[in-house]
């Protein structure tokens, strides 16, 4: 039988991709012309929900709790940029105790602007008037589904004046208003564009402090990253066509839920398309299935050099805070989950035993804080025994360790008589010590 050579060739050095894969960032987006499209912004940015639309999706917020929420957000920012502003509810006397806690902090230099969220209506700008803050966010649901079954009578025409009538008192209190367009993803071109023309021509008289802006809602999480589909599904095509109506990048932001699996790929193509801002929540709380994870939008800014460093670390007391309210993150949740970066497989962890990169997708310890771990399964080997003892001790033992082979053997069988949970290190900690004094060592050191 013929053999035929491969067409790989051998290379004397391996390449590791560096500038998409570097060793002290995040991964880095290298495009493939050389130059990012002309669409992107200069800068991006998130802002917060979590006071407002996680407290909606059922976070138990005490006064004491939300702020303690807002300073973690101050020391995840720094002085990046990367987050810029929280917003807050004004209808209860916790939600107004926590504005003016936040107001405080922000004229003390905390880096995050508080601003509020009411609803567009005459009645509720008067509540924000005075309060201290410099932009209110105004819920202007635009789709059909909304203006025809929310209204009586019904109609586009009567929510768009309602609208303008509260924009106008927002702007005639010294504030900049900053129109949600809920449900956008299912509202029709005609409704959206007069609608955004309509505010600018209302503003044009206010100084520029004033400047509207639009948040572009995917309220039901049914919108799609994709450029070719139909208005009003494409988030890019939307983005694009607000731009085009004379929008800048820092005057739209996008909010998107998580319902369809998109949230993240919907963030990304509003920005690639011209939108500056990302609006959603650190960890992803929100209503029903959760607002975009700030920290998944943020990692992925970076890559594209649109933002500065946060902090990822601050994010484990955040996960910790959660967890005291019964809101801590799921197991598997991508990056802050307890297994995101838990390996049980043996091929893994052999992996991870000889060159850890190869199975981490970036420097998980350095830059979130969170260690590379694993629990022993059927499956984990001896390889599984071998990392978790250096893991926790950083000694190495050998394969063919006497005492590590009999751990091993013990373990397997109770796995082969029917257990079905993993092991974790605290239940073979006390054998697995005993063993650093015996047999060969491979190597020691952190």
Request: net charge negative; aromatic share 8%; glycine share 10%.
């Amino acid at each position: 039988m013929t053999q035929h050579s491969p067409a790989v060739r051998d290379v004397p050095t391996p390449d590791l991709f560096p500038a998409a894969f570097p060793a002290a960032a995040f991964p880095q987006v290298i495009w493939e012309e050389g130059t990012p499209p002309t669409s992107l912004p200069t800068q991006a940015w998130t802002t917060e929900t979590t006071h407002r639309d996680g407290q909606q999706g059922g976070l138990p917020l005490t006064t004491a709790d939300g702020l303690r929420i807002y300073d973690l957000m101050g020391r995840f920012t720094g002085g990046s940029g990367a987050l810029r502003q929280a917003e807050f509810f004004v209808y209860r006397p916790a939600d107004r105790a926590m504005l003016e806690g936040a107001l405080d902090r922000w004229r003390g230099g905390h880096p995050v602007e508080p601003t509020t969220w009411i609803r567009a209506a005459r009645r509720d700008a008067d509540l924000v008037a005075g309060l201290g803050v410099r932009e209110t966010g105004m819920l202007a649901s635009a789709s059909d589904y909304h203006t025809f079954h929310k209204f009586t009578p019904g109609g586009r025409a009567q929510a768009a004046r309602t609208y303008l009538d509260a924009v106008q008192a927002v702007l005639d209190a010294g504030l900049r208003p900053r129109l949600h367009l809920e449900d956008a993803t299912r509202a029709p071109r005609e409704f959206i564009l007069p609608f955004v023309e309509a505010v600018q021509a209302l503003a044009a008289p206010f100084p520029d402090s004033q400047a509207p802006k639009f948040r572009v809602c995917d309220t039901m999480g049914v919108g799609l990253p994709l450029e070719g589909a139909a208005w009003p599904r494409s988030v890019p095509r939307m983005i694009r066509e607000l731009r085009a109506a004379g929008l800048s990048a820092q005057s739209l932001e996008f909010h998107p839920h998580n319902d369809t699996h998109l949230v993240v790929a919907n963030s990304l193509a509003a920005v690639l398309a011209g939108c500056a801002a990302i609006n959603g929540t650190l960890l992803g709380k929100g209503e029903r299935t959760g607002n975009a994870p700030l920290e998944g939008v943020l990692l992925h800014l970076s890559g594209l050099r649109l933002t500065g460093d946060a902090d990822f670390t601050v994010l484990n007391e955040l996960n910790d805070l959660y967890e005291g309210l019964g809101q801590g993150v799921p197991a598997k949740y991508p990056l802050f989950g307890r297994d995101a970066h838990r390996t049980r497989a043996g091929i893994h962890a052999d992996g991870l035993n000889k060159f850890w990169p190869m199975y981490a997708p970036f420097n998980v310890p350095a830059l979130l804080g969170r260690p590379l771990d694993l629990s022993l399964t059927k499956d984990s080997g001896v390889a599984g025994l071998i990392f978790l003892i250096r893991q926790h001790t950083g000694t190495e033992l050998a394969k063919d360790h006497a005492g590590l082979r009999a751990l091993h053997e013990s373990l397997s069988a109770e796995f082969d008589a029917g257990r079905q949970t993993a092991v974790e290190w605290e239940e073979i900690a006390e054998r697995a010590l005993k063993l650093l004094t015996e047999g060969p060592v491979v190597r020691s050191g952190s």
